[in-house]
């Protein structure tokens, strides 16, 4: 491949619709990426103030277009096929959706959709969010943008948040409510719940009652009827910020757990966050102890055989079509910049 490939390629991608269908085979054949993984967190009609600010929310009708674009170009495969999947000897196109934080959203709306198309999917789930014990800190920050965005602040309470921020080493400007807030990382949790208790925000009432994480018997559920359901880590940190014993506690205890309490008998893991920053070492720790591990850098080779990456399907509200394409280009152009392996 050289630059006028690269230019021919991105050609294609302006090309009219009734080309697409020649413009998309090709840019697969060229990549000789046959494995898609797209990865979502929800679906829903309207959009919960727990999840409002922090990426955009597809609603069923584009997810069902993305799933009729999939079936077109893609066949649905499984995590036994994923097992033994290799580039070089797979003749076909395939394809396999999955969804992390195990939010309630994949019963009530995923699901049905699913079940429409006779497809399978993977839930990941974080064992600590299961059954609505505990709220996500990602999730409580977007009740705080919300309130900060839909309430008059006073300036007593706004000077107090401002001073935690500083003190955090963090910067505070009321002109960039929601940028300040989404920069808190979790290994500054602790800065949320003070925020949350200075705005008198019950987020604790607020899981109770909207109960936006899955239940173990929708788990139980989802498992009848064939869907496949893994670990997404205990809490959900970000795992480029903990040790090797800590990445290797979230990930095997959480497995674990997930596979006795619903006699599951595979471990299937999808990092928090990504798996930037991510040793050797943990890949080769957990290699014996579970059967596929999914990162979510887009369309790039991994050194594992265990390990894939998927695409993310929520920075924008664009087509499936229009986002998988994207990610194909991408992958050609790194490829020619030796950049396309992790």
């Known amino acids: 491949m050289g630059l006028k490939v690269t230019i021919f390629l991105i ?6 619709t009734k080309f697409f269908d020649f413009s998309f085979k090709t840019l697969i ?11 979502y967190h929800v679906v829903n009609q309207d959009v919960p103030t727990h999840l409002k600010h922090l990426y955009p929310i597809r609603n069923p009708q584009i997810f069902e277009q993305d799933i009729q674009f999939f079936l077109r170009y893609f066949e649905p495969t499984n995590i036994t096929e994923l097992k033994n999947f290799s580039q070089k000897k797979c003749e076909k196109n395939l394809f396999l959706l999955s969804f992390d934080d195990g939010m309630r959203e ?47 602040i006073d300036s007593a309470t706004f000077n107090k948040i ?3 921020f500083l003190e955090n080493n963090l910067k505070f400007s009321a002109a960039k409510i929601k940028e300040n807030f989404l920069k808190i990382r979790f290994t500054q949790k602790n800065l949320v719940y003070k925020i949350a208790e200075i705005l008198q925000l019950d987020f604790q009432k607020y899981l109770n009652e909207k109960k936006p994480y899955l239940s173990s018997e929708m788990v139980f559920e989802l498992l009848k009827e064939g869907h496949f359901v893994g670990s997404h880590s205990v809490e959900h940190f970000e795992y480029q910020h903990l040790t090797l014993q800590e990445q290797l506690r979230q990930t095997i205890e959480s497995c674990n757990e997930i596979s006795e309490r619903f006699k599951i008998p595979y471990k299937i893991f999808s990092f928090p966050f990504t798996d930037f920053g991510v040793s050797q070492e943990f890949f080769h720790a957990i290699s014996q102890q579970i059967e596929l591990s999914f990162g979510c850098a887009g369309l ?13 399907m929520e920075k924008s509200l664009n087509s499936a079509q229009k986002i998988i394409s994207q990610e194909y280009l991408f992958y050609i152009a790194k490829f020619l910049a030796a950049k396309h392996k992790t």
């Open 300 to 312: 790039k080779q991994t050194p594992y055989s265990f390990h894939f990456q998927r695409i993310p």
């Open 11 to 16: 050609i294609f991608i302006n090309m009219n």
């Open 29 to 39: 054949q060229l990549s000789e990426q046959k494995l898609c993984l797209p990865f």
């Open 106 to 152: 994949c019963y009530d709306f995923i699901a049905p959709i699913l079940r429409k198309y006779s497809l399978k999917a993977m839930f990941f789930i974080n064992t600590d969010f299961l059954d609505n014990k505990k709220m996500f800190f990602r999730h409580i920050l977007s009740l705080i943008i919300e309130k900060f965005l839909t309430q008059n």
């Open 162 to 164: 401002k001073n935690l």
